[in-house]
C-alpha cells in the first residue's frame, strides 16, 4: 500500500504565505512525477504545478512567480511553497504522484489539505 499525506494547509491574510509537504509512504520502488491541484468550493479540481524525477518543474499562469514546487527525493515529499498568497488561491489542496511498486505503476492522491487566504 501507498500512501500520501498532505500538511501545512491553515488560514492565512492575503499576501501571506504557507507552505504545503507531501510525504509519500509504503510499497515504494520509485516515484516519478509529483503535483498539487487544487479545488475551490463550487469549482472543479484543477492542475497548479508539478515536477518530474529529474526536478523539472511547470506552473499554471494563475501561480507563475508565486508558487515554487520542490521535492526532497531522499524523503519522498514534494512541497508547495506560496507566497503572495490571493483570495482566489483558496481551496483544498491535494498532492498526487506517479509511483512504481514492483512492477505496476499508479497515480496515487493525497486526503487534501485546505488553504484559506482571507482578503
Known amino acids: 500500500q501507498v500512501q500520501l499525506v498532505e500538511s501545512g494547509g491553515g488560514l492565512v491574510q492575503a499576501g501571506g504565505s504557507l507552505r504545503l509537504s507531501c510525504a509519500a509512504s509504503g510499497s515504494i520502488f520509485s516515484i516519478n512525477d509529483m503535483g498539487w491541484y487544487r479545488q475551490a468550493p463550487g469549482k472543479q479540481r484543477e492542475w497548479v504545478a508539478d515536477?518530474?524525477?529529474?526536478?523539472?518543474?511547470n506552473y499554471a499562469d494563475s501561480v507563475k512567480e508565486r508558487f515554487t514546487i520542490s521535492r526532497d527525493n531522499a524523503k519522498n515529499t514534494v512541497y508547495l511553497q506560496m507566497n503572495s498568497l490571493k483570495s482566489e488561491d483558496t481551496g483544498v489542496y491535494y498532492c498526487s504522484a506517479r509511483i512504481r511498486s514492483g512492477l505496476k505503476q499508479f497515480r496515487y492522491w493525497g486526503q487534501g489539505t485546505q488553504v484559506t487566504v482571507s482578503s
Open positions: 515536477i518530474s524525477s529529474g526536478s523539472s518543474t
